[in-house]
Nanobody
């Protein structure tokens, strides 16, 4: 497993922006596909975005497509989530997660990128609150 620590959460008004970061340590970072999930009070943890080991491929939940951008810096062992045009319904605890990239190509993983049980490394989460 890789150890993950998120940062960058906070309180922002609707329409504003926040950038979350996740720092990784431990195993080789490029062995991992990385993702972001979120969990609102009383709701299940849901998928937000994922990025391939190289950073060349990304995948987003429909609810954030066009507003959020996931990126990674393999030299710094970090993954980021740039969140723009934030809405009150984006309020949640955001979690960074990692899963083994596997030997298959990116497109073969698409059906399972949103499944949280496929990720074996998790951060502690960071709170994002969007006020209306």
């Amino acid at each position: 497993q890789v150890q993950l620590v998120e940062s960058g959460g906070g309180l922002v008004q609707a329409g504003g922006s926040l950038r979350l970061s996740c720092a990784a340590s431990g195993r080789t970072f490029t062995d991992y596909t990385m993702g972001w999930f979120r969990q609102a009070p009383g709701k299940e943890r849901e998928f937000v975005a994922a990025i391939s080991w190289s950073g060349g491929n990304t995948f987003y939940a429909d609810s954030v497509k066009g507003r959020f951008t996931i990126s990674r810096d393999n030299a710094k062992k970090t993954v980021s989530l740039q969140m723009n045009s934030l809405k009150p319904e984006d309020t949640a605890v955001y979690y960074c997660a990692g899963r083994d990239r596997g030997g298959s190509n990116w497109y073969s993983h698409l059906p399972t990128l949103g499944i949280k049980s496929k990720y074996d490394s998790w951060g502690q989460g960071t709170q994002v609150t969007v006020s209306s």
